[in-house]
């Protein structure tokens, strides 16, 4: 009678352990994927914003290079009109330099 009272008794503590076993891994499964889903959350939020900073660098030299480019040509025109020569030149705006040949006959 005893032994099987201590049996009944170990039988219960056993399926007690494993119930909370149970529940300590799936407690840790949460706590993995919370973990996963805000990992997550922060790298797309740090890929939109390097995306959005590498727009605006690239908006930027690109406007640069147009202002530039602008600028270029007023001067050419304007030097164009004002000389009775011949003027042959030939210029390449790039992000970072500006590329300039030009050539001047006087007649």
Do not use: N, P
């Not at 996963?36 to 959005?52: D, G, H, P």
Request: proline share 0%; with cysteine.
């Amino acid at each position: 009678m005893v032994r099987r009272t201590l049996l009944q008794a170990a039988l219960r503590a056993w399926v007690i352990q494993c119930w909370w076993r149970s529940m300590q891994a799936k407690m840790l499964e949460q706590r993995r994927r919370l973990a996963l889903r805000l990992y997550t959350c922060q790298e797309w939020a740090v890929v939109k914003v390097q995306a959005q900073v590498r727009m605006w660098q690239a908006r930027r030299r690109f406007l640069q290079a147009r202002q530039a480019a602008c600028i270029i040509q007023s001067h050419w025109r304007w030097h164009a009109s004002q000389t009775r020569g011949l003027i042959r030149g030939h210029y390449e705006v790039r992000a970072s330099r500006l590329e300039l040949d030009i050539e001047i006959l006087m007649t």
